[in-house]
């Protein structure tokens, strides 16, 4: 399915009580509602050694701890400086288009037609890629796009797939409700917009699963409009930027909302906000990280509260901005902990062994997915596992030469303890006691499973929908097997 992206008219997406947008009322000769050179390097780019009049200011401003925003000069600045780095030192990725920005001062390089939805850039790559970007290193994302495009290369593709494939390629990556979220989002593309990705951020965030980050990295990045998208990394580098973030605003939602309006200031009318937003990401994903900051390698020196900071205290710069973002005074989750009985039915069928895998019921956590039969214990294990694993055995009981009598003994039971797995979700601490059985499986039962149950080779684990946590169970009970 060809999806060709046509030049659209800039979108203005910056809040009407934007600070910038009262001073770019008040001063109308200083606009710069489009994309223009800034001044020469050496009347308006000075070095951090050296600043300007205006850096002076902010300087000042920080001291009283209400720098909030940038002035016009301001971001000018830094769209140039920003940009100009990004050009030499963007990561290449599957999905990403070249910059469009060029140095010098040239124009921005026009929007390309894509050949194909996956295509780098294209509104389908940019969207899957932020889908799996989320709390996903970008090193192992990589891998899991180029097979998802191989097999899903278009919105029809994964509108069209079955849920359970989704899930098969999504494995391993985890929070497996962003694979059922892309999935029902495709099917709505399709019903709703004709299998064409929306350009503008209110229509993008009626999709399943679109938050207002998504909705603006696919805005500006596939489509050219001059939103913003403000991730993690975006918040860190405008907290060190401008440090009455952090200290001004209260935790929560009036500092995210002021993280917003600074950000859609620095991107109001601007041609190529697609590149600026992928530059400040950038910039804080391998410059001004969370610890370790590389302010030496950094363009935004000359704009930055925190370097400026560091400079006046005559500290190290690279240790003392990590103080930004300071934070919040939030409840800590609660972890709770469980103990999980696991068992691992698996026969020697034909030179090979197969597992005994059931799906999970329900839309919560790992919803969907393959697993072993298993029991949660809330309580302590010496008091109720054996009753627990008793359970367990009834559930698969007739399954494919599994027979525990008519009582549930397991004595005569070919089973092996596999020891202990550890597992961490975000909010559950779970100690797995696995236990092994290996069961005989005659030819008259080859095809018996029982209803929502499969036997799977034990290479075909690794490619199933299977979580991390069950294949750390696989694994151990394999071994001991």
Known sequence: MRQTRRRVPVQRYSPPSSPLRKRRRASAASDVSSYQSPPSQSAAVQSSSSPSPSLTVSAADNANKSNTTFSLEQVQILRQRLLDWYVDNHRELPWRAPPRHQKNGKAPKP??????????????????????????????????????????????????????????????????????????????????????????????????????????????????HAVAAVDGNVERVLSRLRSGLSQNCAPGKERSRAYWEVASACVEDIENAGDLN????????????????????????????????????????????????????????????????????????????????????????????????????????????????????????????????????YSDLNLVDAGQVRHVFSHIRQRLVVKALKVEVTKDEAGRRGDGYRWVSETEVEKCAISKQMRKVVDAALKKA
């Open 278 to 409: 992928q530059a400040l990401m950038e910039v804080g994903a391998s410059v001004c990280k969370p610890k370790g900051a590389q302010c030496e390698k950094c363009p935004l020196t000359a704009l930055c509260d925190a370097y400026q900071e560091a400079q006046r205290a005559k500290v190290e710069a690279s240790s003392y901005v990590s103080r930004y973002p300071m934070k919040d005074k939030t409840k800590r989750i609660k972890v709770r902990s469980e103990t999980v009985i696991a068992l691992v039915v698996f026969v020697q069928r034909g030179g090979r062994r197969e597992v005994l895998l059931r799906r999970r019921e329900g839309d919560g956590l790992l919803g969907g997915l393959w697993e072993t039969p298993n029991r949660v214990v809330d309580w302590d294990l010496d008091d109720c596992g054996d009753e627990a694993f008793r359970e367990v055995l009834r559930e698969v009981d007739g399954v494919a030469g599994v027979c525990c009598g008519e009582n549930g003994e």
């Open 111 to 224: 929007m390309q037609n894509m050949d194909c939805p996956s295509s780098p850039g294209a509104p389908y790559a940019v969207w899957i890629s932020e889908v799996m970007s989320q709390q996903t290193r970008l090193s192992v994302v990589v891998q899991y796009y180029k097979r998802w495009m191989q097999e899903l290369p278009s919105v029809k593709h994964l509108a069209e797939a079955p849920l359970e494939r989704v899930y098969e390629l999504w494995a391993g990556l985890g929070y497996y409700r962003r694979a059922r979220f892309a999935h029902e989002a495709a099917k709505q593309i399709v019903d709703q917009h004709d299998g064409r990705i929306p350009g503008d951020v209110n229509s993008l965030l009626k999709l399943c699963g679109i938050g207002r980050y998504t909705a603006g990295a696919v805005s500006s990045i596939a489509f050219g």
